[in-house]
């Protein structure tokens, strides 16, 4: 298994450009999640989807948008990128299961954006 | 707002040494507690999981304690090794279950530094 594969590692965009952040994992994963790591802050939750056509909001989902219309992919879009979006971004996946809820999560590696 | 505090927020220690890393939440009721170790540059790696009713668990050299009556978790490192070097992020599960998905909360991490 690949696991949480994201791509690209990294991207540098000008403020009012658009992209899509791309997410697959090949485990058969219900979950799914979009985080961002900013420097000295916990990660912090974008957007998640419990399954095929189900998303919901995070913490921080406003200029994202996301879609679920496979179980294996994710994508996240910013629609009109700007420097505060300048961040690393993470996604995970993880099985609906798990005792008191304690789901094993994945991440993936990360794509490192920057907003000019 | 559920919080999740870690101290420190920087160690530096010698190869061999132990070291105890802190996590104090306010997350209540709370279904599990993780500790996530994260090298530079990639995505978070699960090191234990405890449910509320657990208060202790080990992998490898990482023994994790929970005492949910003080609402605060410990993370000790035996022996640490070069390859310790990373950061370590406790991340609270609040409710009691699935439903509790995409609301995780992280703390912001202790860096933790090992030198030859």
């Known amino acids: 298994n690949a696991g949480v594969t994201q791509t690209p590692k990294f991207q540098v965009l000008k403020t009012g450009q658009s992209m899509t952040l791309q997410c697959a994992q090949d485990m058969n994963h219900e979950y799914m999640s979009w985080y961002r790591q900013d420097p000295g802050m916990g990660l912090r939750l974008i957007h998640y989807s419990v399954g095929a056509g189900i998303t919901d909001q995070g913490e921080v989902p406003n200029g994202y948008n996301v879609s679920r219309s496979t179980t294996e992919d994710f994508p996240l879009r910013l629609l009109s990128a700007a420097p505060s979006q300048t961040s690393v971004y993470f996604c995970?996946?993880?099985?609906?299961?798990?005792?008191?809820?304690?789901?094993?999560?994945?991440f993936g590696p990360g794509t490192r954006l920057t907003v000019t | 707002k559920n919080q999740v505090e870690q101290s420190p927020q920087s160690l530096i220690i010698l190869e061999g040494k132990n070291c105890t890393l802190q996590c104090n939440y306010t997350v209540s009721p709370f279904s599990n507690l993780r500790w996530y170790k994260q090298d530079t540059g990639r995505g978070p790696v699960s090191l234990t999981i405890m449910t509320f009713s657990e208060n202790t668990k080990s992998n490898g050299r990482y023994t994790a304690t929970l005492d949910a009556d003080t609402k605060q978790s410990s993370l000790h490192i035996t022996a640490s090794q070069l390859s310790d070097s990373a950061s370590y992020i406790c991340?609270?599960?609040?409710?009691?279950?699935?439903?509790?998905?995409?609301?995780?909360?992280f703390g912001q991490g202790t860096i933790l530094t090992v030198h030859p």
């Open positions: 995970a996946s993880s099985r609906n299961s798990g005792r008191g809820g304690s789901y094993e999560q994945y």
């Open positions: 991340v609270v599960t609040p409710g009691a279950g699935g439903t509790s998905y995409g609301k995780l909360t």
